[in-house]
């Protein structure tokens, strides 16, 4: 009798561990399967936005997706092994991507002007499209790390004094103060003040190098390397006499215009040009 009356109590017992297994071994199947169908991390050849602020990169496995915020349109590149390029219509052989507008496309321009490394970093979109994250990586980290090393001897610099500085504009044959509020911000000047700028033959313009009159190499080289427009800057408040500027020049000293011309070239075309890297410590 003791024998039977626990029989039962096995067999329920049992039943319940049966269970246990069989649900136990059904979650496990489904955390497997989920994770198999989980989005994984994308490692590798990518590059992350960090001060721009007018474009974004997205990646996916086999494919990665810029938004520009400029042109209102979003680029869509694909792996030409991939299963969404083979089923795409608008993919060739040679070409895996398409263009999709942005709908209720605006630009913000109170943010106007961008900054020194919003205007760099678009090197990491242009990386992109040729599978060149990796170096436009490198090459932003190299400007920026010099970048912000020379901003620090600056502050140091300026704590022993502080130039004052007043831009100017040339229209129609009249020099007079720039009245932008960016450019004013926490300087209080007017026509008729007066400035030692003359006397100490300190007048600075931003047309040092050009290709012409109207072409001038600001506008370009000086957004890839800003690194070179604040050491012109460092130069032109705090002289010292030992370094050239590439931008400015001093129009107080009389000093000409580079002209900038294919002959300037000394590499190989096909080798990437490095950016310049300035001594500091």
């Given at each position: 009798?003791?024998?039977?009356?626990?029989?039962?109590?096995?067999?329920?017992?049992?039943?319940?561990?049966?269970?246990?297994?069989?649900f136990?071994s059904?979650?496990?199947?489904?955390?497997?399967?989920?994770?198999?169908?989980?989005?994984?991390?994308?490692?590798?050849?990518?590059?992350?936005?960090?001060?721009?602020?007018?474009?974004?990169?997205?990646?996916?496995?086999?494919?990665?997706?810029?938004?520009?915020?400029?042109?209102?349109?979003?680029?869509?590149?694909?792996?030409?092994?991939?299963?969404?390029?083979?089923?795409?219509?608008?993919?060739?052989?040679?070409?895996?991507?398409?263009?999709?507008?942005?709908?209720?496309?605006?630009?913000?321009?109170?943010?106007?002007?961008?900054?020194?490394f919003?205007r760099?970093?678009?090197?990491?979109?242009?990386?992109?499209?040729?599978?060149?994250?990796?170096?436009?990586?490198?090459?932003?980290?190299?400007?920026?790390?010099?970048?912000?090393?020379?901003?620090?001897?600056?502050?140091?610099?300026?704590?022993?004094?502080?130039?004052?500085?007043?831009?100017?504009?040339?229209?129609?044959?009249?020099?007079?103060?720039?009245?932008?509020?960016?450019?004013?911000?926490?300087?209080?000047?007017?026509?008729?003040?007066?400035?030692?700028?003359?006397?100490?033959?300190?007048?600075?313009?931003?047309?040092?190098?050009?290709?012409?009159?109207?072409?001038?190499?600001?506008?370009?080289?000086?957004?890839?390397?800003?690194?070179?427009?604040?050491?012109?800057?460092?130069?032109?408040?705090?002289?010292?006499?030992?370094y050239?500027?590439?931008?400015?020049?001093?129009l107080?000293?009389?000093?000409?215009?580079?002209?900038?011309?294919?002959?300037?070239?000394?590499?190989?075309?096909?080798?990437?040009?490095?950016?310049?890297?300035?001594?500091?410590?």
């Amino acid at each position: 009798m003791a024998y039977s009356s626990s029989r039962p109590c096995f067999k329920v017992v049992w039943y319940f561990f049966s269970l246990h297994a069989f649900f136990a071994s059904r979650a496990a199947l489904y955390v497997t399967e989920a994770a198999k169908s989980a989005p994984q991390p994308v490692v590798g050849n990518i590059s992350k936005v960090e001060d721009a602020k007018l474009f974004q990169i997205y990646y996916g496995q086999s494919f990665k997706v810029l938004k520009n915020s400029i042109d209102g349109k979003s680029y869509l590149l694909m792996q030409d092994t991939s299963k969404m390029a083979a089923k795409t219509k608008y993919c060739t052989g040679r070409i895996k991507s398409f263009v999709v507008p942005l709908s209720n496309y605006s630009v913000d321009t109170t943010n106007s002007p961008l900054s020194f490394f919003e205007r760099a970093e678009w090197i990491k979109y242009l990386g992109t499209f040729t599978n060149s994250e990796l170096r436009a990586n490198a090459v932003y980290n190299a400007i920026k790390s010099n970048y912000m090393c020379l901003s620090k001897a600056a502050a140091s610099l300026s704590g022993r004094f502080k130039p004052v500085v007043a831009w100017l504009e040339y229209k129609q044959g009249v020099w007079s103060f720039s009245k932008e509020s960016y450019k004013l911000q926490n300087i209080n000047v007017g026509d008729d003040s007066c400035f030692g700028f003359v006397t100490n033959q300190s007048v600075w313009r931003y047309d040092k190098k050009a290709l012409g009159p109207m072409t001038l190499d600001w506008y370009d080289g000086a957004i890839s390397q800003p690194q070179l427009v604040l050491a012109d800057l460092i130069e032109a408040f705090f002289p010292t006499g030992n370094y050239t500027t590439t931008y400015f020049r001093n129009l107080a000293k009389e000093e000409g215009v580079t002209k900038v011309g294919p002959e300037m070239c000394n590499r190989n075309i096909s080798a990437p040009m490095e950016p310049i890297i300035l001594p500091c410590q």
